[in-house]
């Protein structure tokens, strides 16, 4: 997406903020293996004309895989061509940040008439908890577009699209435990004026009748094309393509654009890993238990 990731500045002053590393792997590489772990393989990334970092990340690199090659590294080498051999990996780019239904519709020439999945780079899903797999399911079994929903508190509904649900298709009495029927949605509305705490975030599955529904759609709030603004139209609409189903989703998400929660993304994966997290846990253990003592040293005194 053409966004400008200032929230991150200086870090993104030179780098699209989807290259900024979560542990050891751009943040965008979690999202691309997210949509490999759900048999999606065939990925386009939308992209910008300051965002070409992203579709060299997805490519081959000779010179560095001779270099890693001629020292027999192969570790490294695995690290260097996992990126390439996840998915069949195209980019478009968009022209202009004309919001996000604008990214989507850039994709359109691409996907053809079949559902497609959208992931937006900025959220980070635990590839455990297989939300978009469900999604997947989800869309095959009803048809339709499906879009993953999280609840928040109520003061936070305005940082994100809003789904109203239809009666009786409350969160904890969903058709499925899990699958809610969405009647309408709005972007970013006012806390005090939104249908409900479900914040739409960044996991569409759709249909492509979604297309022709962004083509007609006028730019909404802050000037922008929202796939929200579209996303409400198929859910008024009965028929073929019609209808929006929410995933209401309980596992683990990160939003990366966000400074605290991407901290949070880097300590969790890192302490999840075989090969870190051991070293790491006694250590956030201690300095948790010394109430964050800044003076506490971070190596062991030498015997
Ligand atoms: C976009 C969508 C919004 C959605 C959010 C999820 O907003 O417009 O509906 O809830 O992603 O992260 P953005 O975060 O790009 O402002």
Redesign the pocket.
Same mark, same amino acid.
């Given at each position: 997406?053409a966004?400008l990731g200032t929230r991150f500045l200086p870090a993104t002053k030179a780098t699209p903020k989807e290259m900024l590393p979560v542990v050891d792997k751009p943040a965008i590489q979690y999202v691309v293996e997210e949509a490999a772990g759900a048999g999606l393989s065939d990925v386009l990334l939308v992209t910008s004309r300051s965002k070409k970092a992203i579709e060299d990340h997805f490519d081959r690199n000779p010179e560095l895989e001779s270099a890693l090659e001629a020292k027999g590294d192969d570790a490294r080498m695995e690290a260097t061509r996992a990126s390439d051999r996840l998915a069949d990996v195209h980019s478009v780019r968009q022209g202009e940040a004309k919001g !996000?239904g604008h990214a989507v519709l850039c994709g359109k020439g691409h996907v053809g008439d079949e559902p497609f999945a959208v992931l !937006?780079g900025?959220?980070l899903i635990d590839e455990r908890d297989h939300l978009l797999a469900r999604m997947v399911d989800v869309q095959e079994q009803h048809g339709g577009s499906v879009v993953a929903l999280l609840e928040v508190p109520r003061d936070q509904v305005d !940082?994100?699209?809003c789904a109203e649900l239809a009666p009786g298709s409350a969160v904890d009495q969903g058709e499925e435990g899990d699958v809610v029927t969405i009647t309408g949605m709005v972007?970013?509305p006012d806390p005090a004026d939104a249908p409900s705490n479900l914040?739409?975030?960044?996991r569409y599955v759709l249909d492509p009748s979604v297309f022709e529904v962004l083509e007609d759609t006028p730019p909404g709030k802050g000037g922008e094309i929202? !796939?929200?603004d579209a996303l409400q139209t198929l859910a008024g609409r009965e028929g073929p393509g019609g209808g929006v189903r929410g995933v209401v989703f309980r596992g683990r998400r990160y939003?990366t654009?966000d400074k605290v929660e991407y901290l949070k993304a880097v300590i969790r994966l890192a302490s999840a890993r075989a090969d870190l997290g051991p070293d790491l846990q006694p250590w956030l253990k201690e300095w948790v238990e010394s109430g964050f003592d800044d003076s506490m040293p971070t190596h062991a005194p030498v015997e």
């Open positions: 997406m966004g !996000l !937006l900025d959220d !940082l994100y699209g972007e970013k914040a739409i975030i960044g929202q !796939l929200t939003d654009g």
